[in-house]
């Protein structure tokens, strides 16, 4: 037997218990624990329980702030700021978003600015929750540098994803992808089962593609469409690391190893009235642009998945490793 | 001879008399002109001179409205919807970036619907614009369709850029290209030189990979990398079609073709305070990041090429085919 299954609820539980124990105070432990458990429903596990161990292992050495309280700024009425802390950057994001949705319902747009925060999980969740309030909505945060820039050999940016979700009569749109032409875990999952990776994914030290994982992890990961993907990952950057005033990809610290001083990442968070600013137009428009695609063979809306992968998770239970589902135990006793 | 050089002037004062020949207005003539110009002078040909004839020939036909005056409507504190009249969309534009800053600079941010639009230009120009009046800007613009998404044989989305423009001394930072993995016009210019095209730049009518550049033409574009381009470029389409309440790219009409409705693209602009919204850390952090790229070797921001262009075509003039050029002197006659 390799895994157990356990209900969301149970995991849930599990997951906030460890978090308390390990120092979190009681409502951020219960924040952080349903964003990981929302994205280990949704099938993103390099998201999901898997963090709890570095997450407990950096509250007790105090690179993140268990008991770090969020506070919110206002700059301008389209603007806030707010301090993380150096605590989880969940209950920064939950303090952010009401305060956006109203700024955008009275100004029309809104944009929140999130500092000294950590890893903030799946990009597209903060997206989701605005979209639900009737909100167009992109997410920007940095991550410790992976990339390196184009036509270089040194990693400066971040996996950096695009985020965006708009309000759509059942679910909502989101979009929400890293960069690199795949995630990081991809290349750690082939190191650890002692495999080679495609060409195409990564650089090696030296500057050039490799297919050894081991060689890919000490070297940079490979940007979607070169030059392209390269400038997204930049444009990402300015939108977080510079616009919030945070730490960049280079001297931010690693999100997962509990030494060194706090990450210091940043996020951003905007939302927009999208039937205010069309004149009304915006959902009529989504649903002529969806029934395109429905008529295409092959053709989709991106996002579905995770949809399946939630209900089924709620139907089914989770699936997790008992090394994992062990050592969460352990440090939730 | 195939080539004759001309000043910037001489071209702009060219290009302005054809289009007012054409019953062309004369302010927006100066506007289009001033536009196209600039695209020229940066090396962007493909949204340069080369642009006058069809320009033209739609005011003759009157698919572009010629003498519309495009209209602003407040909405919300930072949201003004623009009427571009199924005229061009320079002068909407010119009108919607005074309008942005001055709310922007109020509220902190602040957005630009344009609709009944036509073809755009570059769409990193109005973000340079944004960036001079020290503001962060977005410019998301629709084009008839030209990409089939993921999956799918059939082209629904344009080749719709992502630009971005941040404040930076010298010159801002601007980030500026289309989701396709090459432009369209290297395509019709393989086919006019009889050659094949790589692959990897575009599919055929059957949906499979083509080298033929006519195939290539008749079938779809290939969106940089795979699945998260084609997302990026539907990202694209719902930010422009969808929120400025315009045609979407699988119904606009060509911007070529002097007959048929006219396009009614949309744009949709942003422009967000970066000063305000980083507490004044956005220069200096952009200028760190600045400084970790120059330290790279291989590394620069992106950008620099169109002010070395812009420079050379300042102090040398612009080399215009003399096919080009003959042609748009007789319409200006």
Redesign the interface.
């Known amino acids: 037997m390799d895994s157990i299954t356990m209900s969301i609820d149970e995991a849930l539980a599990l997951c906030q218990k460890a978090l308390v124990a390990s120092g979190t105070e009681e409502k951020n432990a219960q924040l952080v624990a349903g964003a990981l458990l929302r994205a280990e429903a949704e099938g993103q596990k390099g998201h999901g329980l898997s963090r709890v161990p570095s997450y407990c292992a950096q509250v007790r050495t105090g690179k993140v702030n268990g008991r770090a309280v969020p506070v919110v ?1 206002d ?5 806030v ?1 707010v301090d993380a802390g150096f605590g989880f950057a969940y209950p920064a994001i939950e303090l952010a978003l009401p305060e956006l949705a109203a700024r955008a319902k ?6 929140a ?1 999130i ?1 000294h925060s950590h890893h903030f999980g799946v990009a597209g969740h903060p997206c989701e929750d605005l979209a639900q309030k009737d909100l ?1 909505a992109f997410v920007y945060g940095n991550t410790p540098s992976a990339l ?7 990693k ?1 940016l971040g996996t950096n994803p ?1 985020a ?1 979700g ?1 309000p759509q009569a059942g679910a909502p ?1 989101i ?1 929400d ?1 890293a ?1 690199s ?1 795949v995630a990081r875990g991809k290349i750690m999952a082939a190191k650890q089962a002692g495999k080679n990776i495609p060409e195409g994914w990564a650089l090696g030290p030296n500057g050039k593609p490799t297919t050894d994982a081991d060689e890919a992890l000490r070297g940079s990961m490979v940007p ?6 390269a ?2 990952a ?2 990402v ?3 977080s ?5 945070a730490a ?1 990809g ?1 001297e931010a610290s690693s999100l997962f190893d509990p030494d060194g001083a706090p990450p210091n990442l940043g996020q ?1 968070i ?1 939302a ?3 039937e ?7 959902s009529p ?2 649903v ?2 969806a029934a ?2 429905n008529s ?7 996002g579905l998945k995770r949809l399946q992968n939630r209900r089924k998770a709620e139907e089914d239970g989770l699936s997790v490793p008992i090394a994992l589902a062990g050592e969460i135990m352990k440090l939730a006793t």
């Open positions: 700024e700059i301008k009425p389209g603007l700021r009275t100004v029309g747009i809104a944009a600015a500092y167009l390196a820039p184009a036509g270089a050999k040194k400066v695009i965006f708009a749109l979009i992808f960069v032409t979607i469409g070169g030059v392209k993907g400038a997204l930049l444009l950057e300015v939108m690391a510079c616009l919030a005033g960049l280079v951003v905007l927009i009235d999208a205010a600013l069309s004149g009304g137009h915006f428009r989504l002529d642009l395109v695609y295409i063979e092959g053709a989709r809306f991106p």
